[in-house]
Every structure is written in structure tokens, then in C-alpha cells.
């Protein structure tokens, strides 16, 4: 599921490199899990590993035991941040299955300066 | 066996109530149109459930040569088609919304808090260093963040 959504991402980079955003994935994957997952399904742009969810919990998207085996993971969200780390846009799905898409994403690049 | 006897209708709606399934993970869930809202799946499950509904009323028809067996599986069939429709539909519409409220996350307007974490290469990085890091030698617009499950 996830996939689906950051290979939506990874087909528009060139897109996201013109409008000057670059995305950056977050989960509780190792970085060696994020780098098989990088090769296996050919993501360059990067993927960054919050195993202890600190950053995480500190953003409220903490999805207690819904992980693999109960673990805690990070509920889907996007954020669009300006170059002053203010927060322009962000999604936060009310159902799993429905992802930001790439063009709506794009649509919103006009808010950054 | 005569093949006229066999209740094609019935085993038409099994087959559809299972493509209508597994299709949604296996194709529809890798486009937007198909995948945030799952309009193809749910038109295939009501085509199988009139199949279902004929096929039920076949296996249940008089002029059948085993009566009893004919009953039982349509019975049986039908039923465990219809758990499928169901488990989907919970699925989709119940489960997936079992999603933490998060209304603690930083919202528009405001600061993002800094972090630093390791890269797939293991090198930390700052939100700070993404920010200002030149994409295709311009300095960064922005940053996206995704958040997301993880690989499973």
C-alpha cells in the first residue's frame, strides 16, 4: 500500500525537482530495510529511519501496534514544509487507502517562495 | 456429469467476488483513481452478487438431478462469497479507518520541530541540511515529508 504512494512520488521527481520540493520518506524501518527497499523498488529520493519513533511521536502520527506484530508504527501523513520550516500544507488521511497524489502535491508548490 | 447441470451462474459469482477481491491489492491499488476509492472492486462485487443471486435460485430450482447436493453447494458458495464481499467492505470502509486522530501534528502556519535521523546509508541528517541542500543546483522550495508504514 504504502508503495503505492511513494512510487507515485519517485515517477514525478522530475516534477518535484522543477517545482523545488524534495520529498523525503519517514518510517520505523531500518536504514538497511530502507536501503533494500530503495534498490528493490528503485526510489532515489531519501528515505530516512525513525526506529525509536522519537520524531514520530513528537508529530502525534503514532499508530500504536499496528505494525508487524504489534509493533508501533507511523500512520500515513504528508507535510509540506517551506524553506523557514513552516508547515504551507499537510494531509492527514482519514482512511489508509487514500494517499496524497503527486498532483495535488504539485498543485500546492505555489505556496513556497 | 451433463454439463447442463452445472450451475454456471453460481460459479461465475464465486470467480468474480474473488478477481474483485484480490484485484484491488494486486492492480487497482497502484493507481489513485482505482486505489483512494475502490469504485472497480465494488462494481465487479455487485455484478457477482447478481450472479450469486441467480445461482442460488438455480441450485434451489426444482428440476435438479441431486436436489440436496445442488442446495448445499450454493448454499455454502454463495455464503462464502458473500464473506469475502464483506470482509472487503469492512475492510476498506471500517478498518482503514481505524487511523489515529493526530491532532498534535504541527499544522499550517507553524514551525515543523527539527530533527535528525539516519539515511538508508545510515549517515544522519537534519530537516535543516534537506532544506537547504540544492536540488539540481537551486536551493530547495521545500521539503515533503512522507510518512508512512514501513516495508512488510
Known amino acids: ?113 | 456429469m451433463n454439463v447442463r447441470q452445472i450451475n454456471w451462474p453460481l460459479w461465475a459469482g464465486v470467480l468474480l467476488t474473488l478477481i474483485a477481491g484480490f484485484s484491488y491489492i494486486a492492480v487497482f491499488i497502484w493507481f489513485p483513481i482505482t486505489r483512494d476509492f475502490p469504485w472497480v472492486n465494488l462494481l465487479m462485487f455487485a455484478v457477482a452478487a447478481v450472479f450469486l443471486w441467480l445461482g442460488l435460485r438455480r441450485g434451489f430450482a426444482r428440476d435438479r438431478a441431486h436436489p440436496t447436493r445442488s442446495k448445499i453447494v450454493a448454499s455454502v458458495l454463495t455464503t462464502f462469497s458473500v464473506l469475502i464481499i464483506a470482509l472487503f467492505l469492512f475492510s476498506y470502509f471500517v478498518f482503514a479507518r481505524w487511523l489515529p486522530p493526530s491532532t498534535g501534528a504541527p499544522q499550517v502556519g507553524q514551525k515543523i520541530p527539527e530533527f535528525t535521523l539516519p539515511d538508508s546509508s545510515g549517515r544522519q541528517v537534519s530537516l535543516n541540511e534537506l532544506l537547504t541542500t540544492p536540488i539540481e543546483g537551486k536551493p530547495p522550495k521545500g521539503v515533503l515529508l512522507i510518512f508512512y508504514r514501513g516495508y512488510w
Open chain 1, 1 to 113: 500500500m504504502c508503495n503505492s504512494e511513494l512510487r507515485g512520488i519517485e515517477k514525478s521527481l522530475a516534477s518535484f525537482n522543477q517545482a523545488g520540493i524534495r520529498p523525503v520518506a519517514i518510517s520505523v524501518d531500518s536504514p538497511e530495510d530502507s536501503r533494500k527497499l530503495m534498490e528493490q523498488a528503485g526510489y532515489t529520493f531519501p528515505f530516512l529511519s525513525d526506529q525509536k519513533t522519537e520524531v514520530i511521536r513528537r508529530y502525534d502520527l503514532l499508530h500504536k501496534g499496528a505494525g508487524e506484530n504489534g509493533t508501533d508504527i507511523a500512520r500515513p501523513a504528508e507535510f509540506l514544509v517551506d524553506r523557514t520550516g513552516t508547515v504551507r500544507w499537510l494531509n492527514l488521511t482519514e482512511n489508509y487507502f487514500r494517499r496524497a497524489r503527486p498532483e495535488q502535491v504539485l498543485d500546492k508548490a505555489n505556496l513556497l517562495e
